[in-house]
C-alpha cells in the first residue's frame, strides 16, 4: 500500500468527521445487527483514510463515504450469514437484499431526510427538544435523564415514545410537502 502523506491523512480525517453521523445512519439502514456500528463506521474511517490519495477533496465525498460504508455493511452481513443455520441463513439473505434495495433507494433522500428532522426539532417545544437532545445527541441515559428531570423512568420511556412519533409524523409531512426550508 503507497504510503500517504499527513496533509491528505489529516484531509481524510477530518471529512470523516464531519460527515460521520451520514456513515452511522448508512450503516443503520445497511447492517445486520446495530451492536455493529461502531465496528462498521470504523472501518469505513479506515479505508477512506487509507485510500486518501485516491479522492478528489474539491468534490462532495458524501456518495463515496455511503458507498464505502454500504459496502462494508454488505461484507458484515456475509459474515453474519456464515455463523447461522441454513434456514436462518435464507431467512437473512432475504432480509439483507432487502435493506441493500432499501439504502440503495433511500441515498439520494438521506440529505432531505435530515433536513427534515432538523426542522422539525426546531418545532419541538424546548423541553421535548432538551429531552431529545440530551438522550440522543448528549448520549445520557434514560435512567439519568429521569432523575435530572424529576419524571419517573416508565413516564419518561412513554413521553420519549410520543416525541418520537411527534417527530416522525413531522418528517413525513415536512418531505411529503416538499417544505424544506430552514426557518
Keep these: 500500500m503507497p504510503q500517504i502523506d499527513e496533509e491528505l491523512r489529516k484531509k481524510a480525517s477530518k ?3 464531519e460527515q460521520q453521523n ?4 448508512v450503516a443503520f439502514r445497511t447492517a445486520p445487527s ?16 487509507e485510500h486518501a490519495n485516491q479522492w478528489d477533496f474539491n468534490r462532495d465525498l ?10 462494508i455493511a454488505m ?3 456475509r459474515d453474519h450469514l456464515k455463523n ?27 440529505e432531505q431526510e435530515l433536513l427534515a428532522l432538523r426542522i422539525c426539532m426546531k418545532k419541538l417545544a424546548p423541553k421535548y427538544r432538551s429531552l431529545i437532545e440530551s438522550y440522543y445527541f448528549g448520549k445520557i ?8 428531570s424529576r419524571i419517573k423512568p ?13 417527530l416522525k409524523n413531522c418528517i413525513q409531512n415536512t418531505l411529503a410537502k416538499g417544505d424544506l426550508d430552514v426557518e
Excluded: Y
Design 75 to 77: 461484507r458484515f452481513w
Design 22 to 25: 451520514l456513515v452511522r445512519i
Design 84 to 110: 447461522l443455520p441454513s434456514v436462518l441463513q435464507e431467512i437473512s439473505e432475504i432480509a439483507r437484499k432487502n435493506a441493500e434495495e432499501e439504502a440503495e433507494s433511500d441515498f439520494p433522500d438521506l
Design 141 to 148: 441515559t434514560l435512567d439519568h435523564l429521569a432523575e435530572k
Design 154 to 166: 416508565g413516564t419518561l420511556r412513554k413521553m420519549m415514545s410520543r416525541i418520537r412519533d411527534v
Design 62 to 71: 458524501r456518495p463515496l463515504l455511503k458507498q464505502i460504508t454500504r459496502n
Design 34 to 49: 446495530s451492536s455493529l456500528l461502531g465496528d462498521i463506521a470504523n472501518e469505513v474511517f479506515i479505508t477512506f483514510v
Design 15 to 17: 471529512i470523516f468527521l
